[in-house]
């Protein structure tokens, strides 16, 4: 559970924070009294978690600007003396990768670059939270989930950059960070899903779109197995971590993997054939077209997290995906979504 007395009138500071994760991590924050700043480019999508929640009014300020701006982002880190920041901002799409590597490579490693360096020019920083993804792991289309230790690479442009994304943290946490005394952890979490989320090529919000217009939802890699999560399982571990980091130091500066249990780690038809149980007119098919490459196997061990930091996912698949159908039916009703929102955070931080 996160520690509220930690977190109230601490200044934050997260890139990324017009995004998915972004969006319910800083609204997160904000709820446990943080003074949140976030950095990002405008929301991705129409409609979007950022402007649904009206996440904007709850910041302490909200500076829209590129990552590789390295100017703007060291400007505005440094008005927002921050003690911890969270590294969000990405280009997030395998697919979206294919289609602009350059622009990939250059958000996801040169941002992570200047994230790093604008954190060396800001002396109130003591901890940084560097998200990646699964992806990140050389895959091997094994069936035993990738630890911390095994190898990192890509086959796409996506999964490659955020490879090198890991290299360079772990570069500057051993040449700079380390000797400042500033807490550098790189953090990997699996396919998360949840409320607020609109981006092209991603399951969960294409089932919502081909349900909502009464289409046939077409699904590229229906036999592909990915580490499902709920958006607030690798959130509380991140907020776990970043207050370790803080109070205990060096021994808690690693890399982390935080994901389901191991029986959750599902196919995409069981996620497409458990929605479409609460929706009978809802179908989807095989897409006919031929696909860039995309892993066919991909699990993570959260082994360390669950010894070392005590944590632990709390929502089965099956609950992860009725919290995500409750926040979109809520949405449909016009109902006040940063309530909504707060409620199931609430409700997670019961368990």
């Keep these: 559970m996160t520690n509220k007395d930690f977190w109230s009138g601490r200044s934050v500071f997260v890139t990324g924070h ?3 994760k972004g969006g319910w991590i800083c609204l997160w924050l904000s709820g446990l009294g943080a003074k949140v700043h976030g950095y990002a480019l405008e929301a991705p999508t129409k409609p979007n978690f950022f402007t649904e929640t009206q996440l904007q009014s709850r910041l302490q300020k909200s500076t829209i600007g590129d990552i590789r701006d390295l100017g703007k982002l060291t400007s505005a880190m ?9 590294h969000m901002a990405a280009q997030p799409l395998v697919l979206e990768s294919y289609k602009a590597p350059a622009d990939t490579f250059m958000t996801n490693v040169t941002g992570t670059v200047n994230m790093l360096e604008a954190v060396r020019e800001t002396d109130t920083v003591k901890a940084v939270v560097n998200i990646t993804t699964d992806k990140c792991y050389e895959n091997q289309e094994r069936v035993q989930p990738y630890r911390e230790t095994d190898r990192l690479g890509g086959h796409d442009p996506y999964s490659s950059s955020k490879a090198c994304a890991e290299m360079v943290a772990a570069a500057y946490r051993s040449s700079f960070l380390s000797k400042a005394g500033v807490k550098l952890a790189s953090v990997r979490s699996g ?8 981006a092209a090529d991603r399951l969960i919000p294409d089932f919502f779109r081909a349900l909502d217009s009464g289409t046939t939802l077409h699904i590229r890699s229906p036999n592909a197995i990915r580490p499902w999560q709920h958006v607030l399982e690798p959130l509380s571990g991140y907020l776990l971590l970043a207050e370790r980091l803080v109070n205990e130091g060096a021994e808690f500066a690693e890399d982390w993997n935080f994901g389901p249990q191991e029986a959750d780690a599902k196919s995409v038809s069981w996620i497409a054939d458990h929605l479409g149980k609460k929706f009978p007119f809802f179908r989807w098919v095989p ?7 995309e892993a066919g196997i991909l699990k993570l061990d959260i082994t360390k997290a669950k010894m070392k930091l005590r944590w632990a996912p709390k929502w089965s698949m099956g ?3 009725d919290k995500t159908v409750l ?7 016009n109902l006040p979504m940063a309530e909504v929102s707060f409620r199931q955070i609430e409700e997670y931080e019961g368990l």
């Design 287 to 293: 897409e006919s077209r031929v696909q860039p490459h």
């Design 78 to 86: 440094l008005a927002s003396k921050p003690t911890v920041v969270f």
């Design 191 to 198: 396919n998360v899903i949840g409320g607020g989320d609109w």
């Design 18 to 20: 017009t995004g998915f």
């Design 327 to 333: 926040w979109h039916e809520a949405w449909k009703e």
């Design 319 to 321: 609950e992860a995906l």
